[in-house]
């Protein structure tokens, strides 16, 4: 996929309504926002004006609503003003509430949809944090419901929204963009089975709830102050509501979400799995220091040593050596690499020898150090115990070391291995002739 710049709004704007569960009046305003600030929600009904980050590990209630909270402060019913700032591609705002929830209008996105519209969106200049699914997540709740997360190169949502008994069952499917999302998910309205009402309004909730911020479902009937506004409705309101929770995990996705009988409980027990997985990528690409003066070698430098031109070379710089028997390169592999247009369509994948010969070229770089001042090539002799581990995409980083383990005049053997994220992605050992020139 394409990574692009973060967003924030362009300027304020603000919006007042009715809470729904709480029945009173209050205003939300969207606010600017620094690059990498994310969503926070600033409580201004408070002295210190405390906020709370819109991520997933201070949700403390997923009963019919999502609700985070921060020490003793909350704030309720956010999945919608959060869908609308996923939606439109907004990273970084602050959401400021006179109250513990926003306004819940007319049930849908829609009027934050049209606040964010009057702010304005404008690009930053840090790129957006973006995880790449590759390999598939799977939630099952004891209910019923199938939560999955698969490889996609654009993120997309398939839902099957199945009502008590079966009823007004409904799928849709469809790529999320701002666009789209404005257009064919943001008016879908909330919606309630008759017979879970009561006991909402036994627990004090829903007080401001009305025919003209939900739909009504009674038997096979539907109460609503407007006719619907999609056939399927129902099954596109769910899909805001997992677009409002899986901002949450702090990070965009590019995946398939392909969801059963989602809810705010399902969705995110997905994005905990999702906040984990992408945590836990990140752990894996620690910061690289890299050494300045004689020590490195940038892609000017390796061409002055090694005759590789495009498109065999495959070292963009020497990171560093250890004496005259280690050595650590580089290798930023992108999909503008040739060899992706046939291995393979549709599933990129570095071929193996290439990892084969990326590791000859800078073992051949290290071999050139004991012949300073020569050129000369590194030919192949043997390769010995070669293995492969993980597969190699574009947007991986190789990272290719190689140990000299014996020298002789012009032959010389190597330990080698191409690794990405501190993982082994191949290994082998090569014995080669350097021939000068």
Do not use: W
């Amino acid at each position: 996929m394409a990574f692009t710049n973060q967003r924030t709004l362009s300027k304020a704007a603000s919006l007042e309504g009715t809470s729904l569960h709480t029945g009173e009046q209050v205003v939300v305003t969207l606010k600017p926002a620094p690059v990498d600030y994310g969503i926070k929600f600033k409580r201004v009904d408070f002295p210190d004006e405390p906020t709370i980050d819109a991520k997933i590990e201070y949700v403390k209630q997923v009963e019919r609503a999502t609700s985070l909270g921060q020490g003793n402060v909350k704030v309720h019913t956010v999945e919608h003003v959060l869908s609308a700032l996923h939606g439109m591609g907004v990273d970084n705002a602050v959401v400021e509430l006179n109250g513990n929830e926003p306004p819940i209008c007319d049930g849908s996105a829609a009027p934050f949809v049209e606040l964010i519209n009057r702010c304005g969106i404008e690009e930053q200049s840090a790129l957006r944090k973006v995880f790449e699914i590759r390999e598939p997540l799977h939630v099952e709740t004891k209910s019923g419901s199938l939560m999955t997360l698969v490889p996609s190169s654009v993120f997309r949502v398939s839902c099957t929204q199945v009502g008590p008994d079966g009823r007004f069952t409904q799928y849709f499917s469809t790529e999320i963009t701002p666009e789209i999302y404005q257009k064919e998910i943001a008016p879908a309205r909330t919606f309630v089975f008759y017979e879970d009402v009561q006991p909402l309004m036994d627990k004090g909730l829903i007080r401001g709830g009305s025919l003209e911020n939900a739909v009504v479902i009674r038997g096979d009937s539907i109460m609503s102050k407007e006719p619907l506004r999609f056939q399927d409705e129902f099954v596109r309101h769910k899909i805001l509501d997992i677009l409002g929770d899986l901002i949450l995990a702090g990070c965009r996705i590019a995946g398939h979400v392909i969801a059963v009988k989602p809810g705010h409980g399902p969705n995110s027990e997905l994005t905990r799995a999702v906040s984990k997985r992408y945590a836990q990528m990140l752990a894996m690409v620690p910061p690289r220091v890299i050494p300045q003066g004689s020590a490195v070698m940038d892609t000017k430098d390796v061409l002055a040593v090694l005759p590789h031109r495009y498109p065999f070379l495959m070292v963009d710089r020497i990171l560093s050596f250890e004496g005259e028997k280690k050595i650590v390169g580089m290798k930023s592999v992108t999909i503008n690499e040739p060899y992706f247009q046939g291995h393979f369509p549709g599933h990129p994948v570095m071929p193996g020898v290439l990892q084969v010969e990326a590791m000859a070229q800078v073992a051949s770089i290290l071999m050139s150090k004991t012949n300073p001042g020569a050129n000369g090539i590194g030919y192949f002799m043997s390769a010995d115990e070669v293995k492969f581990r993980k597969p190699v995409v574009p947007g991986d980083t190789l990272i290719i070391e190689a140990e000299l383990l014996r020298a002789k005049g012009n032959i010389g053997k190597a330990s080698c291995r191409c690794l990405v994220n501190g993982e082994v992605t191949s290994e082998g050992t090569l014995l080669f002739a350097f021939v000068l020139q």
